[in-house]
Nanobody, 121 residues
Framework: QVQLVESGGGLVQAGGSLRLSCAAS????????MGWYRQAPGKQRELVAA???????NYADSVKGRFTISRDNAKNTVYLQMNSLKPEDTAVYYC???????????????WGQGTQVTVSS
């Protein structure tokens, strides 16, 4: 019903930048929140940043001042601009859509397939 397609991951040196994109496809009426989570090897998945349709944002303390989340509601797309990357930012980054009204259904959570971000020191 709904697919999230991510792009923009890759390998970058410490101090560099990357921009992640995530587009939701399907017969979508609305999405409450879109955001990014990440999971490093041996660690739990954690919230990186999220943005509601109304514009409210939430960031992990570890990325505040370095990452910026933005969203195009009309395109059901969310972006994550990552600057001043650190080796500890290395992880698989997952796109999430929360509170999705699609067709006649409500989906609490939809996940993308993940994109690898590797920051070398």
């Amino acid at each position: 019903q709904v697919q999230l397609v991510e792009s923009g991951g890759g390998l970058v040196q410490a101090g560099g930048s990357l921009r992640l994109s995530c587009a939701a496809s399907g017969i979508i009426f609305s999405i409450n929140a879109m955001g990014w989570y990440r999971q490093a090897p041996g660690k739990q998945r954690e919230l990186v940043a999220a943005r509601t349709s109304g514009g409210s944002t939430n960031y992990a303390d570890s990325v505040k001042g370095r990452f910026t989340i933005s969203r195009d509601n009309a395109k059901n797309t969310v972006y994550l601009q990552m600057n001043s990357l650190k080796p500890e930012d290395t992880a698989v980054y997952y796109c999430n859509a929360g509170g999705v009204y699609v067709g006649s259904s409500y989906l609490r959570d939809v996940w993308g397939q993940g994109t690898q971000v590797t920051v070398s020191s």
